[in-house]
């Protein structure tokens, strides 16, 4: 029984020890926060406020309670979202724009203080819709088709512009889609219908032009070639119109030769003799 209070007091110093390691890992553990790949931290300090500094990517210590961390995501990230604007003659155009933002590593204290971590979310729609707004309210509604470029260029221009006023870097700014109201649509066909007419019209005109001309062409031809006809009969005599007949008869019985339906009679007496012998025949049966 001696030995007990000494063991007693052993085994109360091991566990206030062990009491004592639990506390100083726990400690240990407040202390110290890691920033992984592709992130940065801002630390928040209950006397100071926010620390100007950012904090890169390792681990790095802090006092408990006194100081604590808020880590930011500094990878590019995308943000997408449309917008129902006007254009300069009174049509309604949705549109949707793709943009790929992240933010200034060197301003991230003041992005904090003055947006929080969701400042991408609070900026980003607000201004796209301004944007995209102001710049469409310049063009037509046709002109947003003819001149895409030039409108994505503007976009493009006027959303960086104003997303640095905010220490936001956007690394590229899109429309990717691009449609208008069913009254405008409906417009739109019919008038290319119209035009499609129009062109057809054009054509049909250009076309009984040539026409024209090509008749005219014809009828000169065929007069200058009666006029030389006529004056190569007043010269030569008809001789040539005789031999012209002749050979258009040749042509003619040899045709009429390959035809199996076809027969020949002798002019004369002979002639006659024939049709005498096939009317007879025909008349006994």
């Known amino acids: ?53 950012t904090v890169g990517e390792g681990t790095h210590f802090i006092v408990p309670w006194l100081q604590k961390p808020y880590i930011f995501d500094i990878r590019t990230r995308p943000h997408n979202f449309s917008s129902n604007s006007g254009t300069k003659d009174l049509q309604m155009v949705n549109l949707t724009l793709r943009l790929l933002s992240r933010p200034d590593v060197a301003n991230l204290p003041t992005i904090f203080t003055s947006l929080g971590l969701e400042y991408d979310d609070k900026v980003l729609p607000s201004i796209g819709n301004e944007v995209l707004k ?48 069913i009254e405008f649509s409906l417009a739109v066909e019919k008038k290319q219908v119209a035009q499609q007419e129009a062109e057809r019209s054009k054509f049909l005109v250009a076309k009984a032009e040539q026409e024209r001309r090509a008749a005219i062409v014809r009828a000169e031809g065929e007069s200058e070639s009666a006029r030389l006809i006529s004056e190569a009969t007043a010269i030569a005599g008809t001789g040539l119109i005789e031999l012209r007949r002749i050979e258009a008869a040749k042509e003619i019985a040899a045709e009429l030769a390959r035809s199996p339906n076809v027969a020949y009679i002798p002019s004369g007496q002979n002639g006659q003799m024939l049709l005498g012998l096939n009317a007879a025949g025909f008349g006994g049966r």
């Not at 001696?2 to 726990?26: E, H, W």
């Open 1 to 53: 029984m001696a030995g007990s209070p000494a063991a007693v007091k052993f085994l109360t110093n091991i566990a206030k020890a062990a009491a004592g390691l639990g506390v100083g890992a726990s400690l240990l553990s407040a202390s110290l926060y890691t920033v992984d790949g592709g992130e940065r931290a801002v630390v928040f300090d209950r006397f100071r406020g926010v620390l100007p500094d």
């Open 134 to 181: 102001a710049v469409v309210a310049q063009f037509n509604a046709d002109q947003l088709l003819t001149d895409r470029p030039h409108v994505s260029a503007l976009v493009r221009d006027s959303l960086i512009k104003r997303a640095r006023e905010f220490n936001i870097i956007l690394d590229d700014v899109a429309i990717t889609h691009l449609s208008y109201g």
